[in-house]
């Protein structure tokens, strides 16, 4: 052991006495930075729990923005417990951190001048929480782009499309925003039929068609209100196209949608009501003296 230095002895009692006075102290101080993350999102999810045990609309958009604050909060509590518990750990390790703050002061503004795109993500996204705009679970549309929110940050809102693919869009970039599920929502469908066709027994077939739907108890909570006929809306090149709406609770505009046209199809079969395709009528004119672009008889 003539290796190890003189005072190895010393250099050992000092460590094993750090070990039990300060790492015990670090030790504990990890045990109650993931005993306070552990909390918090025990404490979010019962909020949510909380919150789903309600009942009718209302109480699932008040649900909706509860998830989306409860996110936010998860979020910045982590950012928060793991920061200050980082701060007493290398307070404990014997290093003085008012320098280190002073320097992550200079850091921080120096980053601020150079990063004004993440300032304004930032405070976008506040005002866009703030004002309710837009809450997990909504179907929206920003820009181009629409899709199902999945996760709101003060930075990003992050949305899954019908194809699975996820978008990630940053808050500072959001100028237009279309919530197609904010509080209620409506099902617009266009009901082509042939010109022959009484379109008033069309619209009858029609209205008695939506209120046995909005009757039935698999819809009468999905459908709000009895289905509306706003009448002819288009005289097309095949099809007189009538319009109707159908208001619904937030996300089942598709499902009541998909359903209806399912049964137009089939009563529309079942009265003779003609849902025509496109098609097209030549006249061939015929002129005794042309024969084939050729004037005179053809067989000379």
């Known amino acids: 052991m003539e290796w190890l230095p003189e005072n190895t002895h010393e250099i050992w009692r000092l460590i094993i006495g750090w070990s039990v006075t300060n790492g ?15 909390i918090s999102k025990i404490a979010s999810r019962n909020i949510v729990r909380y919150a789903s045990k309600k009942m009718g609309p209302e109480a699932q958009e008040e649900e909706r923005r509860i998830h989306t604050l409860v996110q936010i909060f998860d979020v910045a509590a982590k950012v928060l417990i793991i920061v200050f518990g980082g701060m ?3 307070k404990e390790m014997g290093i003085d951190i008012a ?3 002073a320097g992550a002061g200079i850091l921080g503004l120096a980053i601020g001048f150079g990063s004004q795109a993440l300032v304004k993500d930032l405070v976008s996204g506040f005002f866009m929480i703030l004002e309710n705009q837009i809450r997990v679970g909504d179907v ?3 820009g181009n782009t629409g899709g199902l929110v999945e996760q709101i940050t003060l930075r990003t809102v992050v949305l ?4 699975g693919i996820v978008h990630t869009i940053p808050n500072g970039e959001i100028t237009t925003l279309s919530n197609m599920t904010y509080g209620w929502s409506r099902a617009k469908l266009d009901i082509g039929v042939a010109y022959k066709e009484n379109v008033d027994n069309v619209m009858k077939v029609l209205g008695d068609l939506g209120r046995s739907m909005s009757a039935e108890e698999a819809y009468k909570d999905i459908i709000l209100e009895e289905p509306t006929i706003l009448g002819v809306d288009s005289l097309d090149d095949s099809c007189v196209t009538i319009r109707m709406i159908i208001k619904t609770v937030p996300l089942k505009q598709w499902d009541v949608a998909r359903e209806f046209r399912r049964r137009v199809k089939n009563e529309f079969d079942r009265v003779g009501i003609e849902i025509p395709f496109p098609h097209r009528t030549v006249y061939i004119r015929q002129d005794e003296e042309l024969t084939f672009g050729v004037k005179g008889d053809a067989s000379k």
């Open 24 to 38: 015990l102290r670090i030790v504990l101080i990890l045990i109650c930075i993931w005993a306070a993350i552990k």
């Open 88 to 90: 007493i750990i290398i």
């Open 99 to 101: 320098p280190m703050l």
């Open 140 to 142: 929206v549309k920003i």
């Open 160 to 163: 899954r499309d019908l194809e």
